[in-house]
C-alpha cells in the first residue's frame, strides 16, 4: 500500500477535518438502531497528586474501581457439568444490549448495501479481535485459518493492524508483510509513508519502509518507567510488565485481586513523578502512555490521509477491536459517519461502535464473508 501523508508529529491539536454528516450518503433511518447514551467513560485517568505510599490513594481517586470495572467477571461454571453456562440475567442484558449494537453477522446485508461502491479500507486491533485473550500474552496466537483470514481481506482492502502492543511483536505474531502495522495504540506506525516527520527504516524482509512516531521523544522516559515498573512489582505474584516501545504496560490478569490495590499502588507511585505521562485502562492491564493527543483514532486518520482516503466521499472504514483504547477509533469513525466501529464482546459495555461480534471466531467469520462478498461483486 503507497502511503503518503503531510501530518507533522508530535500532534498536539484535534486533526480531525470536518466531515459532513451525510458523507456515506446513509439517510439516519437506515443506520443501526440509536447510538445515544452516556459516552464511554473511563478512557484514562489524570495522575493523581496525592502524597505517596498510602493505599487511600488508589481507593480514593478511582483506579481501583476503574481496573474492576476493567475487568468483568467470568461466566459462572456448572461444575456438575465442567461446562461453562450464563445466567439467565446475563444473556437478558446481552440481548437487551444488542438491540442497541446488533451483531455485525446478523446485519451483514445492511453493511455490504452501504459498502456498494465504495472503498473499503479495513483496521483491526489483535488482542481478543484477531487471537484470544489468554493469561500470559506471549501465548496470544492467531490461528492459521484467522491469519489466512486477514490475507485474504488485504487482498481485496487496504487493511491495518492497531495494537497496543511493540510493533516489531505484533508484525512477527501476524506475520503477513502486505499490511500496515501500527504499535503502541497507533504511536508507531510501519508503511511506506511519505511524511517529513517520517524516519527510514527496513522491515525483516528488508524492503524499505517508512516510520512515523510521533512520540519519539519520549522513548527514553518510557524505558526508564519500564526498568522501573519491573522492579516495584517484582515481588507481586503473577505481575507482569511489558515494554511496547511507546507505552509500558503491566499486567494483572495472574495477579490475585486482593493484590491489585497494591500494584495499582506500586504504579501511582512511579507515575507521581512523571507528569508527562498518563495511565489508561485495558482488559486487565495498565497502560503508561504519553501525554500527547495521539490515540487509535488518531492513527486512523492518519493511515486513511496516508492512503489518499481521508477526504474521499465514498470510502467506508470498518474498524473491529475489543479494548477501551479501540473506542477512540469508534469514535472517529462514528462522529463524521466515515464508517462502522465493531466491538468484540461476549458481554455489554458502554460503546461508540454501531455493531458487535461476541469473539474472534465471529472475526474471522466476518472477514470471510466481507471476502465472499467483495469476490461476487467483481465476478458480477
Not at 482516503?309 to 479494548?323: A, H, W
Request: contains cysteine; hydrophobic residues 35%.
Amino acid at each position: 500500500m503507497e502511503l503518503k501523508t503531510n501530518h507533522a508529529a508530535p500532534v498536539l491539536t484535534d486533526l480531525a477535518p470536518t466531515i459532513s454528516k451525510s458523507r456515506l450518503g446513509i439517510h439516519s433511518s437506515l443506520l443501526p438502531y440509536s447510538q445515544q447514551g452516556a459516552p464511554f467513560s473511563g478512557k484514562y485517568i489524570t495522575i493523581p497528586r496525592k502524597k505517596p505510599g498510602k493505599l487511600d490513594d488508589v481507593r480514593s481517586n478511582g483506579w481501583l474501581d476503574a481496573m474492576k470495572s476493567s475487568s468483568p467477571p467470568r461466566k459462572k461454571i456448572n461444575k456438575d457439568f465442567s461446562v461453562e453456562v450464563a445466567s439467565d440475567d446475563t444473556d437478558n442484558a446481552y440481548l437487551s444490549w444488542m438491540l442497541k449494537h446488533p451483531s455485525a453477522l446478523n446485519f451483514f446485508q445492511h453493511i455490504t448495501n452501504f459498502a456498494r461502491n465504495k472503498k473499503i479500507a479495513v483496521f483491526l486491533d489483535y488482542d481478543g479481535t484477531l487471537s484470544p485473550i489468554v493469561d500470559d500474552p506471549d501465548r496470544a496466537l492467531m490461528s492459521d485459518a484467522m491469519r489466512d483470514a486477514v490475507r485474504n481481506v488485504a487482498k481485496y482492502f487496504p487493511t491495518a493492524i492497531i495494537s497496543g502492543r511493540n510493533r516489531d511483536k505484533v508484525y512477527e505474531l501476524v506475520g503477513l508483510t502486505e499490511l500496515c502495522y501500527a504499535g503502541s495504540h497507533g504511536m508507531d506506525i510501519m508503511g511506506p509513508v511519505t511524511n517529513t516527520n517520517s524516519v527510514n527504516s527496513t522491515d525483516k524482509q528488508g524492503k524499505e519502509v517508512k516510520l512515523f512516531q510521533p512520540a519519539k521523544e519520549f522513548l527514553p522516559m518510557i524505558d526508564e518507567v519500564f526498568r522501573t515498573l519491573i522492579e516495584n512489582t517484582k515481588g507481586i505474584k503473577g505481575a507482569k510488565v511489558e515494554n511496547h516501545k511507546f507505552c509500558a504496560s503491566v499486567h494483572y490478569r495472574n495477579v490475585d485481586e486482593k493484590n491489585w490495590s497494591t500494584i495499582g499502588q506500586r504504579v501511582h507511585d512511579v507515575l507521581k513523578d512523571y507528569p508527562r505521562l498518563r495511565l489508561t485502562h485495558g482488559r486487565k492491564v495498565l497502560e503508561v502512555r504519553p501525554v500527547i493527543d495521539w490515540n487509535k483514532g488518531k492513527a486512523v486518520e492518519f493511515l486513511l490521509e496516508s492512503l489518499g482516503l481521508n477526504s474521499r466521499d465514498d470510502v467506508l472504514s470498518i474498524y473491529i477491536g475489543d479494548d477501551r483504547t479501540d473506542e477512540d477509533a469508534f469514535k472517529v469513525l462514528k462522529k463524521g459517519n466515515r464508517g462502522y466501529g465493531i466491538l468484540v464482546s461476549p458481554t455489554p459495555k458502554e460503546t461508540s461502535a454501531f455493531y458487535s461480534l461476541r469473539e474472534p471466531a465471529e472475526v474471522m467469520e466476518f472477514l470471510k464473508a466481507l471476502v465472499s462478498w467483495k469476490e461476487q461483486e467483481e465476478a458480477n
